[in-house]
């Protein structure tokens, strides 16, 4: 757990409390007695607690130090019991969705084109900034005005208090940070090509792959209060498996991203409900190249399975091929100007996922997620998501142009 976090909710226990025992915190947060001292004294010198024998009890002056305490870190640490929640004003949310996957430091070269093998080129620019699936897709379910909560995890490092700020600020309702010393923050680094607006990333997910059976278990109360489960493949394994089979055994709607493509993702097959991969990805799991259309359906064929799995493969320029458990469809692309096409994917499924908790049909929702997508591309950035009332203009002003075009009416027709 992050040391902020941790603080965060040791101070809540003592201001419900009034007293406690650091065998007992030590226990609660599964830490050295050393480490709980250590909080102690922390809060302590900021005026919030007393510690006294073998414990800590609430300070008399505490509320009259609060401005003191958030000179560290923000007042809204005061007032949750662990979650960081920031409700803009004007949403009110429909559906709940839970993310449970990865943050990862993006460092972005822009080029006007990929350097050959052995080339040195220059780059127009650098930047860095907040990333990985899950948390992008987090973002983008926020912004189509789901109720989400994150779960993710960092390293023990400069990059890991970036993550706990951007988070802190992100539009996120609310998140769950866990921490490690094996490994460090996640980190990628992506060459954007500026002509093309293609791009090519390798990403080191240090932390992300280090999920604990006990952080799983930590985290099950989120997953129960949710619609909908949103996963990808930036987390080991076993997390996502028991994540995603405490969901199913609790009624909860299962979505997997599989992104980055790995065989293992295909041991969640029996728990999900939607399955989300782009082309490349569904050309993997399938073993079919796909070009067009009628490959992306042989590949639906594939990959949905014998328990007829409802898949969606985005086909970039092609729009997006989908089958429903029943037919397979065809949504074309939604006109847009192609500024940056950086986590594209993400704002569709974080789109999706929101949709879907709502109540939205399949086919509402693909609809719907194509929409934010095509307003996504139109801004820099990975983090600049298009407000809801955008995305709604923009849908119902080319609704038509869009409409899903049934391919086939069963599911091997090709």
């Known amino acids: 757990m992050f040391s902020e ?27 050295t007695l050393e480490t709980i001292r250590s909080d102690l004294k922390y809060l302590e010198g900021e005026g919030l607690i007393k510690r006294c024998h073998g414990g800590a009890i ?11 305490f958030s000179d560290s870190f923000d007042i809204s640490c005061l007032l949750h ?16 969705v839970c993310v449970l996957g990865s943050f990862v430091v993006d460092i972005i070269a822009n080029v006007d084109s990929f350097p050959k093998v052995g080339e040195l080129i220059n780059s127009k620019s650098n930047s860095i900034g907040p990333g990985g699936k899950g948390t992008n897709q987090a973002m983008a379910a926020s912004f189509s005005d789901a109720k989400v909560h994150l779960i993710t995890k960092v390293g023990e490092d400069h990059f890991s208090k970036y993550a706990y700020k951007y988070l802190q600020e992100s539009g996120i309702d609310s998140f ?49 209060e949710a619609d909908v489960l949103l996963l990808q493949g ?14 199913k055994s609790v009624n909860k709607i299962i979505v997997l991203n599989v992104a980055p493509y790995s065989e293992d993702l295909k041991q969640l097959y029996a728990t999900l409900d939607f399955i989300t991969l782009n082309a490349n990805q569904a050309s ?38 989908y089958f429903d458990g029943r037919a397979t469809f065809h949504i074309p692309p939604m006109p847009s100007l192609r500024v940056d096409t950086m986590a594209a994917t993400d704002a569709f499924n974080g789109a999706f996922a929101s949709k879907i908790a709502a109540g939205g049909t399949m086919h509402e929702s693909v609809l719907f997620a194509s929409a934010f997508l095509s307003a996504f591309i139109e801004q820099k950035g990975v983090t600049a998501m298009p407000v809801l ?11 038509e142009d869009i409409r899903p075009q049934i391919i086939c009416n069963e599911k091997r027709c090709i």
């Open 5 to 31: 976090e941790r603080r965060q909710e040791i101070y809540t226990i003592i201001r419900e409390q009034k007293k406690v025992k650091v065998a007992q915190l030590a226990e609660k947060f599964s830490v």
């Open 58 to 68: 609430l300070g008399k002056q505490e509320i009259k130090k609060i401005s003191k």
């Open 81 to 96: 019991d662990l979650l960081i929640v920031r409700e803009r004003k004007d949403r009110k949310p429909e559906g709940k």
């Open 176 to 224: 769950t940070i866990f921490q490690t010393e094996i490994e460090p923050t996640g980190s990628s680094i992506s060459y954007l090509a500026d002509k093309t607006q293609n791009n090519i990333t390798a990403t080191y997910l240090g932390a992300n792959n280090t999920f604990s059976e006990q952080e799983i278990d930590i985290s099950l109360p989120y997953v129960s």
């Open 234 to 247: 930036e987390i080991n394994i076993e997390a996502n498996i028991k994540a995603a089979m405490f969901a």
């Open 284 to 321: 993997h799991w399938a073993d079919i190249e796909i070009n067009d259309i009628n490959d992306a359906t042989q590949a639906i064929n594939v990959i949905s399975g014998d328990e007829n799995k409802k898949v969606i493969i985005y086909m970039d320029e092609l729009g997006v091929v």
């Open 389 to 399: 009332s955008q995305v709604q203009a923009r849908l119902k002003s080319r609704l």
